[in-house]
């Protein structure tokens, strides 16, 4: 039996995505400030399929997702809360109808930490991606504060206790780049891990950079605070063999 395409009606549509109360949506779609597929409509209960349905809000385009997921570079600075206490949130960073439908990021990094974040508002996928069990790995760059010598390389990789873990963690891959930068692979996201690995080898970390999760690179054209959607290849990248 064929397949049947999904469909909603445009006041639905709307407050699914995200842009406010249904009464909130009527009002707009009735004063004539949406359009949908390149046509003005002004109909809330006007039936659309949903598959790659193209919408505008007050001139501001938009694509139909049935759920969000999203990268961002996180800039220093920013607390990955909804709640902040000391620093704006990276919730600020995204347009409100995607903090509107819930997105969360999948685990958390420190306020000075920058790099790659996962958002989304799909529960599996943040299980899966957040989950111990599945192991994804994730790099970071490291800056040290002092030299890192090859003792300390072999004791991250071999394993360090920290204080509250029952056995020592190991890294699964540590690199130097230089003599105070290494490129350090983990395979959980324990509580300031890369810092207290760090701190275990007698060493200090003065800057943390998350620069890849699974095989998804941090694009390089994705500058600091900006975000984008995940592609199809985005998301093989994240549930690729080695993730
Ligand atoms: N490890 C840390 O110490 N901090 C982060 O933000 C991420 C990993």
């Known amino acids: 039996m064929a397949k049947q395409a999904k469909t909603n009606n445009l006041e639905r549509i709307l407050h699914n995505q995200g842009f406010g109360s249904r009464k909130l949506c009527r009002i707009m779609i009735i004063n004539e400030e949406i359009t949908v597929n390149g046509e003005l ?21 938009w694509d139909y997702k049935e759920k969000s997921y999203l990268m961002m570079h996180k800039p220093s600075n920013y607390e990955c809360s909804h709640k902040t206490q000391h620093h704006p949130t990276i919730y600020s960073l995204l347009p409100h109808p995607l903090v509107e439908r819930g997105v969360q990021c999948i685990g958390r990094l420190d306020e000075d930490t920058t790099g790659l974040i996962l958002i989304s508002d799909d529960g599996q996928f943040i299980h899966k991606m957040s989950s111990p069990k599945h192991k994804v790995p994730k790099v970071y760059e490291v800056t040290c504060k002092h030299p890192i010598s090859d003792e300390q390389i072999d004791h991250i990789l071999k394993g360090v206790q920290l204080i509250d873990e029952d056995a020592p963690i190991a890294a699964l891959d540590c690199t130097r780049l230089s003599e105070t930068v290494i490129h350090m692979t983990l395979a959980e996201g324990k509580y300031h891990q890369v810092k207290r690995m760090v701190a275990a080898i007698s060493n200090r970390v003065e800057g943390l950079k998350r620069i890849q999760i699974g095989e998804l690179k941090l694009p390089e054209d994705l500058a600091v605070g900006e975000w984008r959607w995940l592609s199809e290849n985005d998301m093989m990248a994240l549930s690729s063999k080695n993730t």
Do not use: K, M, R, Y
């Not at 039936?47 to 505008?56: G, K, P």
């Open 41 to 61: 409509c002004d109909d809330p209960s006007a039936v659309f399929e949903l598959d790659n349905l193209h919408f505008t809000v007050q001139g501001e385009a």
